[in-house]
């Protein structure tokens, strides 16, 4: 069963990038090298997100500068797909919400 990702427990939270070293640009987006030495590329707008990742931005902030770069971007879709990402980043050991 799936749990249902909610922006009420992460609002004031802050992704933070763990291993700065271990990424790269690539031009269209992001590789990342995770701990386990697997590499992951993020997409365009993945590497907006991980830009952001900086210990500074709240959740929210990173939602409002989304909707602000991509403006078809409805709210509640750019909350879920940003909370799916940085969660799966958190479990891939390169984000940590502080």
């Excluded at 427990?9 to 269209?28: F, S, V």
């Excluded at 386990?36 to 993945?46: A, D, T, V, Y």
Aim: aromatic letters at 8%; glycine letters at 8%.
């Amino acid at each position: 069963m799936r749990t249902k990702i909610n922006i009420e427990d992460y609002p004031g939270k802050r992704p933070l990038r763990l291993h700065t070293r271990n990424w790269a640009e690539d031009g269209e987006g992001v590789v990342i090298t995770v701990p386990s030495g697997r590499m992951f590329w993020l997409n365009e707008s993945g590497a907006f997100i991980w830009g952001l990742c900086d210990g500074k931005y709240t959740i929210e902030e990173i939602v409002d500068a989304m909707i602000k770069r991509y403006e078809d971007l409805e709210r509640n879709t750019a909350i879920k797909d940003l909370l799916k990402l940085v969660l799966s980043l958190q479990k891939l050991g390169v984000v940590r919400l502080l």
